[in-house]
């Protein structure tokens, strides 16, 4: 799970998930060790031949911040109409149609010297793909799953880091785990300079098309991404004209992309409305959708309780103490169809225990 400092340990930091407008509080403990079995690396490529060709990234996507691999982690439930089908191999097949309309995330990034500059050389080499198999089940990773996922090392095919090299190597990594009860746990790790949260949705909306065997892949062949970008530098343009960007992407350009200062930064990234929870490969919507750990920014995200009432899912990395002042001074402003959130009456069913938990109001 998430390794402590020592420092964070002598403040006995521990990691909640406050999932404001929910009534009801629990605690769910979740595995801290997964025995996985993986399979060689391989390199997946387009299905057909793709242009070759030069994209030059724009001085807002191409700044030294976002040179590095965002991850994310979808968990899928088995499903008994599916019995027979492989989904690492369903997912394979699908990512090498995929990557003949997305053919650029199949390339490698070059840099254009001295000023660094990064540039997509579109080769259709192809992204990593591994396959793996846990001898564990849907429920054992517990009924409250939030970043930072059980045992994430295990389920991404990549070691999380917030800063890594990117040029000359594979813009996407993604592992498929299989797991004992029929389901698996989609795992990706893609470079933030080619894609952000709405593009990697856009992607894998793509890629939940091509495996579930949608005739055609509809969605592209309406809107290929010629069109896409046609519409996109349209709405640039528009934006451009009425003085919405100017100001940033002027600023990058003419300082030659200043460094994000990161001291005394909190980043906030709200992904409630992204879509993630959508995203279906043919095994029916994940159990949980979106960002496998908490680096460098704390994300909000859907949610939904035990009687599917929606709520937002926020993070929380406090010392115990201040988590346990929070959580009352939110209890004090919170209702929830006309009833306040209290307490519970009997202490020794804090949800503020020892170890690893999920704290749920």
């Known amino acids: 799970m998430h390794r402590q400092t020592n420092s964070l340990r002598q403040l006995q930091i521990k990691y909640y998930h406050l999932k404001f ?3 009801k509080m629990s605690v769910a403990r979740t595995l801290t060790t997964l025995s996985i079995r993986r399979g060689e690396r391989e390199l997946v490529a387009p299905a057909r031949p793709t242009p070759y060709e030069f994209k030059v990234l724009s001085d807002i996507d191409d700044q030294e911040v976002l040179r590095f691999y965002r991850s994310g982690a979808f968990f899928y439930r088995g499903d008994a ?3 027979g089908i492989d ?3 369903a997912i394979k097949s699908a990512i ?4 003949v309309h997305y053919y650029p995330l199949a390339g490698r990034f070059r840099e254009l010297q001295p000023t660094r500059k990064l540039v997509v050389e579109c080769t259709g080499e192809g992204v990593v793909f591994v396959e793996a198999d846990a ?3 849907m429920e054992d990773f517990g009924n409250s799953l939030a970043p930072p996922v059980p045992c994430y090392d295990e389920l991404l095919p990549e070691q999380e880091s917030a800063t890594a090299v990117v040029v000359d190597r594979p813009l996407l990594f993604v592992q498929v785990t299989r797991l004992r009860c029929g389901g698996f746990v989609f795992g990706f790790q893609i470079c933030h300079c080619i894609a952000d949260g709405p593009g990697i949705v856009q992607f894998l909306t793509a890629l939940t098309e091509f495996t579930r065997g949608v005739p055609g892949a509809p969605t592209l062949c309406r809107r290929p991404l010629g069109e896409a970008l046609r519409l996109l530098l ?5 934006a451009e004209q009425e003085g919405y960007v100017q100001s940033a992407a002027g600023f990058n350009a003419a300082h030659r992309r200043p460094a994000f200062p990161k001291a005394r930064t909190y980043l906030i990234s709200d992904m409630t409305q992204g879509g993630m929870m959508a995203v279906d490969f043919g095994w029916g919507t994940p159990v949980y959708g979106g960002p496998a750990t908490i680096i460098l920014a704390t994300f909000h995200l859907e949610g939904r309780n035990e009687a599917g009432e929606v709520g937002v899912n926020v993070p929380t990395r406090l010392p115990v103490l201040a988590l346990e002042r929070l959580k009352v001074e939110v209890s004090k402003g ?3 169809s006309g009833r306040t959130v209290t307490e519970p009456a009997d202490k020794s069913k804090s949800a503020l225990v020892p170890g690893h938990a999920l704290a749920k109001l």
Request: proline fraction near 8%; hydrophobic fraction near 40%.
């Open 87 to 89: 989904p690492a191999k």
């Open 135 to 137: 001898d564990v089940r």
């Open 96 to 99: 090498s149609e995929a990557l």
């Open 21 to 23: 407008l929910f009534p």
């Open 81 to 83: 109409s599916k019995s």
């Open 234 to 238: 349209e709405a640039k343009a528009r």
């Open 334 to 336: 919170l209702t929830v």
